[in-house]
């Protein structure tokens, strides 16, 4: 009898603590969900996909541009083709809403309920708002620093790329 009343104590003791977890996950994960809204994280990663895939593009050009390498009309059109597809593969697989349940799960398991709530304060805060605003205007600035940093450093790789490729050797010569 003793026995039966231990078991049915310790099933009760794991129910509570089981549901428990579990509101404390959901709960967790509609901390998260607020701080996706109140930071913006959508929009900010949207924008920074169009982005980057402007920059992309721009950077196939250009790197095509200073490796002299002269393009058909035909072979230009192609390009544009493969990386419209390309763009619109990138696009699809990084939606939103294809990849916010696993960062509503990531963020969950990284953050406390306390750093949680502390993030979503900030976010709500007026310079926590200044940042979520300000952010991609600094995303570009810095993007554009490393581009340009990017571009004068193309020659250089370059020439490390021809150094490590290797060269057909010369035939031995016949005596």
Do not use: C
């Amino acid at each position: 009898m003793q026995l039966r009343a231990i078991i049915t104590s310790s099933v009760v003791v794991f129910s509570l603590s089981a549901a428990s977890l579990f509101a404390d996950e959901a709960s967790r994960k509609a901390k998260v969900q607020e701080l996706f809204r109140v930071a913006e994280i959508q929009e900010t990663m949207q924008q920074q996909m169009a982005q980057s895939m402007d920059r992309i593009k721009n950077m196939t050009l250009q790197q095509l541009q200073s490796s002299g390498t002269q393009m058909t009309p035909e072979q230009s059109q192609k390009m544009e083709q493969m990386q419209t597809h390309l763009m619109t593969l990138i696009q699809d697989t990084f939606s939103w809403d294809k990849i916010q349940a696993d960062m509503v799960k990531i963020y969950a398991d990284t953050y406390s309920d306390e750093e949680l709530d502390g993030l979503i304060a900030f976010y709500k805060s007026p310079a926590g708002q200044a940042y979520v605003k300000k952010t991609p205007v600094l995303m570009t600035k810095t993007m554009d620093v490393l581009q340009q940093r990017m571009v004068a450093l193309q020659p250089q790789m370059q020439e490390l790329m021809k150094q490590a490729t290797p060269t057909k050797a010369a035939p031995a010569e016949q005596q």
